[in-house]
């Protein structure tokens, strides 16, 4: 499955259009934190393994960042080959290649979504 389209859908949200029609929509902030690069999945992982957490999740942004003033939205989208996309973040991260079956399996609208 491949996008048709790929849109800015608000200033916080994608808009996919997929070849069968499908339409879906990404917030930019939850992209963010699924963000499927090898540093981002290494600091979810140990985030996840505990509460004596070295890695809070929430360092996946910078430190620097001021995190509360900052709207997470890509500066740049670009296309990686036939079956991803990759977005450049205005926090500065841009190592995340997005698949289309990753992003087509995380369609949040109500058919997708598993009761
Ligand atoms: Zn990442
Ligand atoms: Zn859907």
Known sequence: ?????????????????????????YLYEELRQLCPCATCNELRQSGERGKKGKTPFKRIIPLETPLKNLQIKPD????????????????????GIYPFEFLRRRCTCEKCKPN
Do not use: C, Q
Request: aromatic residues 12%.
């Open 1 to 25: 499955m491949k996008p048709k389209e790929v849109l800015e859908f608000s200033d916080s949200a994608l808009m996919i259009i997929w070849e069968d029609e499908h339409e879906s929509i």
């Open 76 to 95: 740049r989208i670009d296309p990686v080959g036939l079956y991803a996309i990759r977005f450049k973040w205005n926090d500065g991260h841009e190592t």
